[in-house]
């Protein structure tokens, strides 16, 4: 035993012999590597694609979409392989999706980068209606698309010192009036100056403008009412609630038949005839 371990040592410190192991060594590890690098560019993988031509803004369910084998060395660009990544979302605005063609990310995005998002989601009979906003008034921007919100009225009465408006509000000059409008507002949208998605890039900073929702077109009247009411120097506060936290958020509402019938009180709606 003690002879083949000085052997072995002798062999070992024999420089030819330690060449030639590195020599051996170094190609086994190239074979390997040249092997596995052939087998990945030639094993076929499994690839999504369009079943069907998809228009521009059109959502992308799992009826579009097929599979199949492709050698990994066909596959160019940003090519997405996980279905996962692709239903539910929206073929870019700006893209016609070819039957057969393979999924791209420049070709998918989320419902928010889609320019007119806002006119996908809203229940029929309701307006749009876009509430000018600042960074301050969202809560330092932490109001964001798919939030619940309650909208109050601030108003503060102008007349004369001491006056009263009616008896039932006992309102005084100068007097400030602060009650909740609308309950349970669905935020659609927050854009900034230019009409982008605040929240489609945050690497841009984009300072929120405007908030877009909808409103069945008696709430929007009675609060662009409400907004118009410059004598009361009135402005729309926005309030955010837990609604979209909850499994069923609650329905839109009005939330005081009171202040509805102070704003109709002093104002009227023409419709032109």
Not at 7 to 19: A, E, R, S
Not at 81 to 90: C, F, S
Not at 159 to 176: H, N
């Amino acid at each position: 035993m003690g002879n083949l371990t000085i052997g072995i040592k002798k062999f070992l410190q024999n420089k030819n012999t330690v060449t030639v192991i590195g020599v051996v060594l170094a190609i086994v590890v190239l074979y390997v590597a040249y092997t596995m690098r052939i087998k990945s560019s030639i094993n076929p993988i499994v690839v999504p694609y369009a079943s069907q031509q998809i228009p521009a803004g059109t959502q992308i369910t799992e009826s579009m979409i097929r599979t199949r084998e492709v050698p990994p060395s066909m596959l160019e660009g940003d090519v997405i392989t996980n279905i996962g990544e692709i239903v539910d979302k929206y073929s870019a605005a700006d893209t016609v999706i070819p039957k057969g063609s393979l999924f791209y990310k420049r070709s998918v995005v989320e419902k928010e980068q889609l320019p007119a998002n806002i006119i996908l989601d809203y229940p029929k009979g309701y307006v749009l209606y876009n509430l000018s906003v600042n960074t301050t008034s969202t809560y330092g921007n932490s109001v964001y698309p798919g939030n619940y919100i309650d909208i109050y009225l601030k108003a503060v009465n102008q007349l004369t010192d001491g006056q009263i408006t009616d008896d039932q509000y006992k309102v005084r000059a100068d007097q400030v009036m602060l009650g909740k409008l609308l309950s349970n507002v669905e935020v659609l949208a927050v854009k900034d100056s230019s009409g982008k998605a605040v929240f489609q890039n945050m690497d841009e900073g984009r300072a929120p403008a405007m908030v877009v929702f909808a409103l069945p077109e008696e709430y929007y009247f009675l609060l662009k009412k409400a907004e118009y009411m410059r004598t009361y120097d009135t402005s729309i506060v926005i309030v955010p609630t837990n609604e979209s936290l909850k499994d069923e958020p609650g329905e839109l509402q009005l939330a005081s038949e009171d202040l509805k019938e102070w704003i109709n009180a002093r104002t009227y709606w023409s419709d032109g005839q």
